[in-house]
């Protein structure tokens, strides 16, 4: 460690003038470059702030100006028009001089949008100008209209359109106008006020427009004139105003709701419209984008700017309040908080200020770039073969060999270390190229092939050989050599015999490769032997190559060899030993499918069956070079893969109790309760018969007593048949029909008597479940009966929830068992309850959830899918997951049809026997077309001829009938 940092330092002073050089000239410049450019921009920044300020001072002066220049003439008018005092009467009567000088002021006056009177009495008097198109589609005014009257006089409403000369239209629509003034705001303001009055800014009802109402009573308190004035004319002028393309002018009040907007339609597309009112929009209470999040920054009115995170860039805003104070002759109404918001895209607004920047920058790296030749070009002829080396070692460190080449210096030292360090990168690669190769070879034999083989290149030699230690003796792995005899096996003992021997095991004395020249079989034979030795320090076998001609082999090179067998020793080492892990997975996995067909004489064979019958299914899809197999392969690993869920497809079954697999009769669970039937029977016969001999007892004529003897033989006949009719229906061979078990119902009404207590010696879970029960000696009992502790419950962590992990759709019987003996002698078909198939079934179950909690590598990750898909349907209608066609691997599919062959013609079920070849294939081709399983592969399965290699194999001679494929063939989708 010392001396590396003596050449270090050394380094540094040999070249520190000239790396320093370059690099205080560039972090100046670049340091000056950066403090002039951020100066500029925020320099910049700050003058674009503040002319965006000042325009935002004169477009509110612009909008004050704007405000005014509407609100004073309509304020001249209102108090005009109160001064005259108008009554209904004058207006009626002499409308034809009042309308034109109304129309006219209206007409000539921009934003008022009408002018009305409200009376004491609840009259009301309106005249609204119609000279746009949109006001006269608002009312549905006739053709030709320029004015509308509405009169409201005593409660009754009229409406009146005039067309440009004054002159009344017929109107065709029947309007009903209903208004109080004496309610509305405007009026109650006005009334209660000397002088002239504004309501606050709103929506007028009719022209969906915003704007605010002047109001002025007469003297006599007994009339209201109020006139309607829109602010569109200041939505225009915050249009007109517009800083920037992209730029947003609002102005709102200090509710945040929107009075004017620089785009004129805007307010009407985002009212807020309910039955009883029309809202204007609100920043506070509305998503309306940037324009939101002026509420948040209320504090800000002082003109100064704030940033606005928008959806997708930022924004610069500001707020000013705007002041109105519109003055008359005699009275004086002031507007306000009225603020003005401006929005504005930082990128559109700051562009100036980064574009001196970027010049900056660009100016900065322009001298940047003049200077770094300059400094180059002094420190060039020790810095670049330098840079070059240390380019080479990084290429190396990340075993790029190919982007290395020797570099050239005039400096000895680093010419010298150039060429160490490519001779160094061959070592490297070679080493490199044979661990790689040994590490990616997974067969044990083709690796031991290999790694004799690269010895024989890195020694340029024409043989080798390589011996495995077993105990005391060593075996070759390899193939023989043509033209040399080599020991098979050979012990210690041999080196008296064997010359060759004697020189092999020389070597392994020590841990170091060896080479020697010998005669051998007459001719010079050069010898280098590697003894492979282990992580424990012990010999497990040797690596040799031999060659006839001269051979020189270096020091350095029998180095590296040493390297490179501890290397061959760790692959060879870690393949035997994943080799016997294999044959030990192997071995375990046929132990368990052993076990499994052992724990029941009715399915023994089947674990060993189903994994060839699918492996022949498989070579014959492999081999398909047509159809719809013509893509399908498989490599090493898949086929381990679905070796083992093949094996493993039944594993499940373990769980599942040997009685339900066994169970060959209905009332049969560990032994066949008919026998418990059975003596309940004789128990009733017995009752019969003392019943009769206690009355002969008693002493009765002989007449009776022939009457008596005749019920008595009856009676045991019919219970004689009853019972037989029990052990049939026992059976289940048969169909069980409604009226067979109403008989078995109306048997099992006849009752018995007990007079033992049947708690006695009873286990403590059967006794648990009778815990509820207490019945008094002697107890009359039915002959037939399902009683509560035949109802065995499912505990909590066997059900299985709908959302499930493992994706299993199932309908869960409530029972886990339930024993009952009419429920079971009840069932239809076979001999099974609805609770026992659940549990057969559920092995599928058992399955999936045993080889998922197993650690399988990668490349066996799906043995669970495969293994636990043989019960699914194409349709979607099997268990446990209801997969499809689409959703199962190919593999599975074709356990599926193995696992159905083999159970439809096996002979060792307890409730049927093993079926022909025929009758097995009719099956399976009706189970085709109701999408049972697949298709594709069943006609695999018969062109191949697969189902007769199998049946040959494994099927009886009387079950191997004559078959014609063509009958069983599916049809073509």
């Known amino acids: 460690m010392a001396g590396i940092s003596e050449k270090a330092a050394s380094t540094k002073r040999r070249f520190s003038f000239h790396i320093h050089l370059v690099s205080v000239m560039i972090l100046m410049l670049i340091t ?49 028009l109160a001064a005259m005092n108008l009554t209904m009467a004058q207006l009626n009567n002499s409308q034809r001089s009042w309308l034109p000088m109304l129309y006219s002021s209206l007409s000539q006056q921009r934003g008022l949008s009408a002018v009305y009177m409200g009376y004491a009495n609840g009259d009301f008097y309106l005249v609204r100008p119609l000279d746009t198109l949109e006001k006269r589609q608002q009312v549905s005014a006739p053709i030709g209209s320029v004015v509308l009257i509405t009169k409201i006089v005593n409660g009754y409403s009229s409406n009146v359109f005039y067309d440009n000369e004054l002159r009344p239209l017929r109107d065709q629509i029947d309007r009903n106008y209903q208004l109080d003034p004496r309610e509305r705001p405007w009026y109650k303001l006005a009334i209660n006020s000397p002088s002239i009055v504004a309501t606050d800014p709103y929506v007028f009802y009719t022209t969906k427009d915003v704007g605010v109402t002047f109001a002025h009573a007469n003297k006599q308190r007994n009339m209201v004139v109020g006139a309607d004035l829109t602010l569109a004319s200041v939505s225009k002028s915050l249009g007109k105003n517009k800083l920037s393309e992209s730029s947003l002018l609002v102005m709102f009040n200090s509710d945040y709701s929107v009075l004017a907007h620089q ?22 209470k509305q998503n309306l984008g940037v324009l939101s999040q002026f509420s948040d920054h209320s504090g800000a009115v002082d003109g100064g700017s704030f940033i606005i995170n928008g959806e997708h860039e930022d924004w610069i805003g500001q707020i000013i309040e705007l002041t109105l104070e519109v003055n008359a002759d005699r009275e004086n109404v002031k507007i306000d908080k009225l603020f003005l918001g401006l929005a504005s895209p930082e990128d559109e607004i700051l562009m100036d200020a980064r574009a001196a920047r970027d010049q900056s920058v660009v100016f900065s790296i322009f001298i940047v770039l003049v200077s770094i030749p300059i400094a180059w070009y002094v420190s060039r002829l020790v810095a670049k073969p330098l ?95 043509e033209g040399m005899q080599l020991p098979q096996t050979f012990t210690y003992a041999d080196t008296l015999t064997q010359p060759l021997v004697k020189y092999l095991l020389d070597t392994t004395t020590s841990s170091t490769t060896k080479f020697t020249s010998l005669d051998y079989q007459g001719k010079p034979l050069n010898l280098v032997v590697s003894p492979l030795i282990n992580r424990e320090n012990k010999l497990v076998g040797m690596i040799a190559t031999f060659s006839h001609h001269q051979a020189n082999v270096s020091p350095r090179v029998l180095s590296f060899i040493d390297a490179l067998s501890s290397v061959v020793t760790i692959a060879i080492e870690n393949r035997h030993l994943i080799e016997s892990q294999k044959n030990l997975l192997e071995s375990f996995i046929k132990l368990t499918a052993g076990a499994i067909d052992a724990k029941s004489p009715y399915t023994g064979g089947h674990c060993q069956r189903v994994p060839e019958l699918t492996k022949m299914l498989a070579n014959a899809a492999v081999e398909q070079q047509h159809g719809v197999f013509a893509d399908f392969s498989m490599n090493e690993a898949q086929w381990e893969e679905l070796y083992i869920a093949s094996w493993l497809h039944d594993c499940g079954k373990v769980t599942t109790p040997e009685y339900v697999v066994d169970k060959a009769t209905k009332l049969e669970t560990i032994y066949d309760r008919i ?106 009992e039915k002959l037939l009966d399902d009683k509560p502790e035949h109802i065995i419950y499912r505990r909590e962590d066997e ?110 079920r307890p409730y049927k026997k093993g079926k022909s070849l025929s009758q097995s294939l009719k099956i399976m081709r009706f189970m085709c077309d109701d999408k049972h399983i697949d298709a594709d592969i069943f006609r695999l399965f018969l062109h191949s001829g697969i189902y007769l290699e199998y049946a040959k194999a494994f099927l009886k001679p009387e079950q191997i009938d004559e078959i014609d494929i063509n009958d069983y063939l599916p049809d073509q989708a």
């Open 263 to 284: 785009q004129a339609s805007w307010i009407a597309d985002n009212l807020q419209v309910t039955e009883e009112e029309v809202i204007l929009p609100r920043l506070d």
């Open 32 to 80: 000056s470059g950066l403090v002039i450019g951020t100066l500029n921009y925020f320099h910049t920044s700050d003058i674009v702030a503040e002319n965006q300020a000042r325009a935002l001072e004169q477009v509110g002066r612009a909008t004050v100006s704007e405000l005014e220049g509407v609100m004073f003439p309509a304020q001249n008018f209102v108090h005009s």
């Open 799 to 908: 059900k299985i929830d709908a959302d499930n992990p493992w994706g299993f759709k199932l309908k869960v019987p409530e029972y886990k068992y339930n024993r009952g003996e009419l429920y079971n002698l009840s069932i239809a078909r076979g001999t099974l309850s609805e609770e026992e198939r659940y549990k057969i079934n559920d092995h599928i179950v058992q399955t999936i959830i045993m080889l998922e909690k197993l650690p399988f590598p990668h490349h066996l990750r799906r043995v669970p899918e495969i293994a636990g898909g043989h019960h699914e349907k194409m349709d979607g209608t099997g268990y446990p997951k209801q997969l499809t066609k689409e959703q199962m691997p190919t593999t599975a599919r074709m356990m599926a049809v193995a696992d159905i062959f083999e159970a439809l013609t096996a002979v060792d």
């Open 675 to 780: 026998h418990e039937v059975r003596m309940r029977f004789e128990v009733l016969k017995r009752d019969a018969q003392l019943s009769y001999w206690q009355q002969v007892a008693g002493g009765l004529p002989e007449q009776e007593q022939e009457s008596l003897q005749a019920q008595l033989e009856q009676q045991l006949a019919t219970l004689d048949e009853e019972f037989a009719f029990v052990a049939k229906s026992n059976i289940g061979g048969e169909f069980m029909g409604a009226e067979d078990i109403e008989r078995l119902h109306q048997i099992g009404l006849r009752t018995w008597q007990r007079t033992i207590d049947d708690s006695l010696g009873l286990s403590h879970m059967e006794l648990d479940r009778r815990a509820s029960q207490s019945t008094h000696l002697p107890a009359t």
């Open 387 to 481: 840079h070059e080396l240390m380019n080479q070692n990084e290429a190396i460190m990340a075993f790029d060999f190919d982007a290395t080449k020797q570099v050239n210096s005039v400096v000895l030292e680093v010419h010298q270390l150039s060429r160490i360090t490519e001779q160094l990168k061959k070592t490297i690669k070679q080493f490199s190229d044979v661990s790689t190769m040994l590490g990616e070879e997974d067969n044990f034999g083709r690796l031991l092939d290999k790694s004799v083989q690269e010895m024989q290149t890195i020694l340029d030699m024409e043989q080798g050989a390589i011996w495995l230690k077993n105990d005391q003796l060593f075996e070759l792995q390899t193939k023989a050599l």
